[in-house]
């Protein structure tokens, strides 16, 4: 069975390509354009990883990955920042509120994926 990842990203055209990068390497994949949407979409349903943007309107990315931590079904799953943001106070910011990784825009297809299987077995 395959793994179902939760893909979150305000840009459609950025949803799309992980959704297309993660489908074709054979995982599920959810889409949400913001937290507050994520959260809407994974209430009830079990997801083996979360990759969010951090800039997003409505919750933005740390803001999400606080509100998955606080939930008792999302407290250990991986959490992956992608976006273009690398200053280390926002990584910092990201590592704080409980992110298990960061990838900085634009992924690499191959790097997205082997990082998925790193988190996802």
């Not at 939760?6 to 959704?19: E, F, G, H, K, P």
């Not at 079904?73 to 992110?99: D, H, N, W, Y």
């Amino acid at each position: 069975m395959a793994h179902t990842l939760l893909v979150v990203d305000d840009s459609a055209s950025m949803r799309q390509m992980v959704t297309f990068t993660l489908k074709d390497a054979g995982y599920e994949v959810i889409a949400a354009a913001h937290g507050k949407e994520a959260l809407a979409k994974l209430d009830g349903t079990r997801v083996s990883m979360v990759i969010t943007d951090l800039n997003m309107p409505e919750m933005d990315g740390i803001e999400l990955i606080r509100q998955l931590r606080s939930r008792p079904g999302c407290r250990f799953i991986p959490i992956v920042m992608l976006t273009t943001e690398s200053q280390e106070a926002k990584k910092q910011a990201g590592r704080q509120a409980g992110a298990s990784g960061w990838i900085v825009k634009p992924f690499n297809p191959d790097q997205l994926v082997e990082t998925v299987r790193k988190f996802v077995k």
